[in-house]
């Protein structure tokens, strides 16, 4: 069993600050920025394991040599907002190691031993989570679900964790280990409990809400994966349904996943604890995701559709009553077909409506 790791803790402003993780803006510049929103970048594709499925390698302390250059690809920045640094329409880095990142050209190629690589790799990702929201139509022909800048903040939490709050919507990603930030999925997760609280204020008061959370923010940050490495034509040479398998290195067995979508858990499997409990959910997204293209649908069909229904979802939801909401809107959007894999999938995991 994957190891249960992460925390992705949805807390007030209040209760951060009483925490003292407060911490001031990057300082503004006086020297001329970029004065253009488009720029390039060097990140991660994905994450090295995911694109390499070498399960052998490890962090050495932030060393560049221990990733290979072949783990790093070139692309292009966006909604860059013409400062020079790291901040546009949907994110805001803010760094609290080592100088935020700067180019009066938008030009951002860092490796991994630099501190600003991880602040590279904040702003795509959440831009790119954002933009991928959009190409689905939220925002667009559908209501936006943080369609703002949001709050970015790196290595601001002394250990090897990350956390979401959205009372202001930010996340904040952690130190030890793999650094957070050096994997697209561990951000995007993030960036998932954040959309959940967009579309449904107070999300997450009762044990299955918090474990439908916990199971979409691993969810969006696959199919954010995918979609980017789809686009750019990325290798997908480890197992997609087994997120964060960069950052686990650290502390799981290779081959290394933080959760998984195949576990063949069903509610009779229940532990009440909703990292653990969230796999039933996943599985369930994951093997309708597959049955969608079954049907000649696509995947964008499918993530458009779930994102949708979650709207819908109470802030308190059990299992049940959200997979009748999902149900719903599969029927109401993509027909009964769709509908009837729906039903299915959710009652092979024991959730039935």
């Known amino acids: 069993m994957p190891h249960m790791r992460r925390l992705s803790i949805a807390v ?9 993780l407060a911490v001031p803006l990057s300082p503004a510049t006086s020297a ?42 070139q692309v292009p920045l966006t909604h860059l907002d013409g400062s020079g640094y790291l901040r546009g329409d949907y994110a805001v880095v803010e760094s609290s190691t080592g100088t935020p990142a700067r180019s009066a050209t938008n030009s951002f190629s860092y490796d991994r031993h630099q501190d600003q690589f991880e602040q590279v790799m904040g702003y795509f990702w959440v831009t790119r989570a954002q933009t991928y929201l959009h190409t689905l139509g939220f925002g667009e022909t559908l209501p936006g679900v943080l369609n703002e800048p949001f709050s970015v903040k790196i290595n601001q939490y002394g250990g090897d964790n990350s956390y979401q709050t959205d009372k202001p919507y930010r996340i904040r990603l952690g130190k030890g280990g793999v650094d957070d930030a050096e994997d697209a999925e561990v951000i995007v997760h993030e960036y998932g409990h954040a959309v959940h609280a967009s579309q449904v204020p107070g999300y997450g008061s009762s044990l299955d809400a918090g474990a439908i959370g916990e199971s979409f923010g691993d969810y969006l940050a696959v199919t954010v994966g995918l979609d980017a490495a789809a686009e750019f034509g990325w290798p997908v040479a480890a197992d997609p349904s087994c997120p964060m398998d960069w950052d686990s290195t650290s502390y799981t067995d290779a081959p290394h996943c933080i959760r998984s979508f195949h576990l063949d858990l069903t509610l009779e499997d229940r532990r009440n604890q909703v990292h653990y409990d969230g796999q039933i959910w996943s599985q369930a997204l994951w093997e309708i995701r597959e049955g969608y293209q079954d ?41 009964q077909a769709a509908a009837d894999l729906v039903r299915d999938r959710f009652a092979a995991r024991g959730i039935t409506f």
Do not use: C, H
Request: aromatic residues 8%; proline residues 3%.
């Open 295 to 335: 049907l000649g649908l696509t995947t964008r069909d499918w993530d458009t559709t779930l994102i949708y229904s979650q709207f819908s979802y109470a802030a308190d939801t059990s299992f049940q009553a959200a997979a009748a909401e999902t149900y719903a809107a599969a029927a109401a959007r993509d027909g």
């Open 32 to 73: 001329p920025g970029s004065g253009s929103s488009e720029g390039t970048a060097r990140v991660f594709m994905v994450n090295p394991v995911q694109s390499s499925n070498d399960q052998g390698l490890t962090d050495q302390k932030d060393a560049a040599s221990a990733v290979p250059d072949s783990a790093y690809a």
């Open 12 to 20: 007030t402003a209040g209760l951060a600050a009483t925490a003292g």
